[in-house]
């Protein structure tokens, strides 16, 4: 990844931040986002210790945020090798009760913020790529974007089925600029958002063939892979990292 700029959302904690690390521990400038400016400059910082990382901190959920992130990262980099739109947020609450902002607050950051970011950033990410090496787009979805959770959580699988399909609906219109698109689909993996599992793991590892939960290596080296030669020609695609979750006949 040396020489390779990298834009991680949500990249303060969680999958954003096991990605976030991977890209600086191989090389890539990267520039990390999330609401908290306090926490994303903490981590930027820490990050700085094993390459080049910097704080850019924006409130997705909000058009304003999405194109003041767009314009500050065009100020500082012409190019733009990798935008992984990872920044999501989760609503719990049971069906007759399910709130408009329940569900407005999750699908403007989960699915809304996703297309909006990578249509403003079309340019130094068309900058950044070639024939042989194109730009990437990776898109952080769901294993509950292809199979109904457990909970209630209307609206954050409804939009992480929105980000798999909308990574394949770009994936056709950005091939033409030499920029590529794949999504990412977790399953289980120990983080903030899924800290509701605390006291369910063993039910939740029951049901996952690999039995145990993701790790952060998992996460980074699936993204990684995507960004570097070997996914230069995959495009459209959502990687499942899930254990074997999904191909499990208890759960297909």
């Known amino acids: 990844m040396a020489g390779?700029?990298?834009?991680?959302?949500?990249?303060?904690?969680?999958?954003?931040?096991?990605?976030?690390?991977?890209?600086?521990?191989?090389?890539?400038?990267?520039?990390v986002s999330s609401r908290k400016a306090d926490v994303c400059d903490a981590l930027a910082a820490e990050l700085s210790e094993a390459g080049e990382c910097f704080s850019l901190p924006a409130d997705l959920s909000r058009m304003d945020e999405i194109e003041r992130l767009a314009a500050a990262l065009k100020e500082r980099e012409p190019k733009l090798h990798v935008l992984v739109n990872n920044a999501g947020a989760a609503h719990l609450e049971p069906l007759e009760s399910f709130s408009e902002k329940g569900w407005d607050r999750v699908i403007d950051l989960n699915l809304k913020a996703v297309f909006f970011?990578?249509?403003?950033?079309?340019g130094p990410l068309e900058a950044a790529g070639t024939a042989d090496d194109p730009a990437r787009v990776i898109n952080i979805g769901s294993i509950d974007g292809l199979i109904p959770p457990a909970m209630e959580t209307y609206s954050y699988s409804a939009s992480k089925a929105g980000v798999l399909h909308l990574t394949r609906h770009l994936a056709r219109y950005l091939a033409k600029r030499h920029v590529t698109a794949n999504a990412i689909a977790p399953g289980y993996f120990p983080?903030?958002?899924?800290?509701?599992?605390?006291?369910?793991?063993?039910?939740?590892?029951?049901?996952?063939?690999?039995?145990?939960?993701?790790?952060a290596d998992d996460m980074a080296g699936t993204a990684l892979f995507l960004a570097s030669?070997?996914?230069?020609?995959?495009?459209?695609?959502?990687l499942r990292v899930d254990g074997g979750l999904l191909a499990d006949a208890r759960d297909a």
Do not use: D
Not at 117 to 122: A, C, E, G, S
Not at 191 to 215: C, D, F, N, S, Y
Not at 229 to 238: I, M, N, Q
């Open 4 to 31: 390779k700029v990298v834009l991680v959302t949500g990249g303060s904690r969680g999958i954003g931040e096991m990605i976030a690390r991977g890209f600086v521990e191989n090389g890539a400038r990267v520039y």
């Open 191 to 215: 983080t903030v958002m899924t800290r509701w599992a605390k006291g369910q793991e063993a039910e939740l590892l029951h049901h996952i063939p690999a039995a145990r939960p993701g790790r």
């Open 117 to 122: 970011l990578t249509q403003k950033l079309v």
């Open 229 to 238: 030669r070997a996914g230069a020609y995959l495009s459209g695609a959502v």
